[in-house]
Nanobody, 123 residues
Framework: QVQLQESGPGLVKPSQTLSLTCEVS??????????WSWIRQPPGKGLEWIGC???????YYSPSLKSRTSIFRDTSKNQFTLQLMSVDPEDTAVYYC???????????????WGQGTQVTVSS
């Protein structure tokens, strides 16, 4: 049974760096052919994909957030981390870590979710 658990501060000040870690159990983040993602949902809005780190260690980011985003992993701890720099109140959201898989036609889909963690950007 794969489980994902987010951890990190619930309150971040504007201009600072948001850092969240996802601990994975029941599966290896280096296992082919999964992708380990960060997704967020601002209040009253839909889900927004932030980026992911592949089983190979390659990273992929949303173009709109790429300049402020870094995702890296620690395979010895089986966890991966999101860093979002220079945050402002519009980055307030529930942040989810997730596992993505691919269908044979290369369509990506999320098959496992963390429970989500609220992050508020405020002074």
């Amino acid at each position: 049974q794969v489980q994902l658990q987010e951890s990190g501060p619930g309150l971040v000040k504007p201009s600072q760096t948001l850092s969240l870690t996802c601990e994975v159990s029941g599966d290896s983040i280096a296992q082919e052919f999964y992708y380990w993602s960060w997704i967020r949902q601002p209040p009253g809005k839909g889900l927004e994909w932030i980026g992911c780190i592949a089983y190979s260690g390659s990273t992929y980011y949303s173009p709109s957030l790429k300049s402020r985003t870094s995702i890296f992993r620690d395979t010895s701890k089986n966890q991966f981390t999101l860093q979002l720099m220079s945050v402002d109140p519009e980055d307030t959201a529930v942040y989810y870590c997730a596992r993505e898989s691919q269908l044979p036609d290369n369509t990506d889909y999320v098959d496992k979710w963390g429970q989500g963690t609220q992050v508020t950007v405020s002074s």
